[in-house]
């Protein structure tokens, strides 16, 4: 099975674009869902986050999110020791997912491949490119979300004009150039590199 990845910062419209290729009859793995699900489901993991940062970052199963990001933003060391436990759960969840799928090729979704080292783990990546004023519109638009807090997380990401010369196809979604044939002919070239 092709192996497709899909990135771009945050509010380029990957979600969006997922959907597109989702209609088509593509299955998407979601990491940043599966991360977040594994956070209140799995419960060694939940036992090593503990041990982590502290009991009171959990309620029972359920993570205290405001807690856990107060601690993880402010304090790099900690954001690496967590990635450092979610991502290999996060990794046999993908492939364990991966191995229920039939469909010529899988997207997996993703806005910190480069950043985060898992790029290798991937075939041929997709990048979906909007510039950031745009970016920063949508998902203030999306909500509930601040300013502050976007522009946070885009500086904490690579820049997505440095990121797309990493991606191996780029769909440009800058509200003026029409995403739905790009992705049609994309898909196209997909399922014949599939074969
Ligand atoms: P990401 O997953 O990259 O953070 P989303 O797909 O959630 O981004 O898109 C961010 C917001 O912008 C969403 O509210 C989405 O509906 C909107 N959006 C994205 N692409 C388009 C588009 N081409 N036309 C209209 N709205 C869009």
Same mark, same amino acid.
Not at 67 to 76: H, L, T, V, W, Y
């Given at each position: 099975?092709?192996?497709?990845?899909?990135?771009?910062?945050?509010?380029?419209?990957?979600s969006?674009v997922?959907?597109?290729?989702?209609?088509?009859?593509?299955?998407?793995? /979601?990491?940043?869902?599966? +991360?977040?699900?594994?956070?209140?489901?799995? %419960?060694?993991?939940? %036992?090593?986050?503990?041990?982590?940062?502290?009991?009171e970052?959990?309620?029972?199963?359920?993570?205290?999110?405001? /807690?856990?990001?107060?601690?993880?933003?402010?304090?790099?060391?900690?954001?690496?020791q967590?990635?450092?436990?979610?991502?290999?759960?996060?990794v046999?969840?993908? /492939?364990?997912?991966?191995?229920?799928?039939?469909?010529?090729?899988?997207?997996?979704? +993703?806005?910190?491949?480069?950043?985060?080292?898992?790029?290798?783990?991937?075939?041929?990546?997709?990048?979906?490119?909007?510039?950031?004023?745009? #970016?920063?519109? #949508?998902?203030? /638009? #999306?909500?509930?979300?601040?300013? %502050?807090?976007?522009?946070?997380?885009?500086?904490?990401?690579?820049?997505?004009?440095?990121?797309m010369?990493l991606c191996?196809?780029?769909?440009?979604?800058?509200?003026?150039?029409?995403?739905?044939?790009?992705?049609l002919?994309?898909? +196209?070239?997909l399922?014949?590199?599939?074969?």
């Open positions: 099975m092709l192996q497709v990845g899909i990135t771009g910062g945050i509010g380029s419209g990957k969006t997922c959907q597109v290729f989702n209609t088509l009859g593509i299955p998407v793995f /979601k990491a940043d869902d599966a +991360a977040k699900y594994l956070m209140s489901h799995d %419960e060694a993991l939940i %036992e090593q986050i503990k041990a982590l940062l502290g009991n970052s959990y309620h029972g199963l359920v993570p205290d999110r405001q /807690k856990i990001g107060a601690i993880i933003f402010n304090d790099p060391q900690k954001l690496q967590i990635n450092a436990l979610v991502h290999p759960a996060t046999s969840y993908y /492939k364990n997912w991966l191995i229920q799928q039939k469909a010529p090729y899988v997207l997996k979704e +993703a806005a910190i491949f480069f950043e985060s080292g898992t790029a290798q783990e991937i075939e041929l990546m997709i990048g979906v490119y909007a510039p950031a004023p745009l #970016r920063i519109d #949508r998902v203030l /638009k #999306r909500g509930p979300m601040t300013r %502050e807090r976007a522009e946070s997380i885009m500086n904490q990401q690579m820049n997505d004009e440095e990121k010369k191996d196809y780029v769909i440009v979604n800058d509200d003026k150039t029409p995403v739905i044939p790009q992705v002919h994309l898909h +196209a070239t399922l014949h590199k599939a074969k």
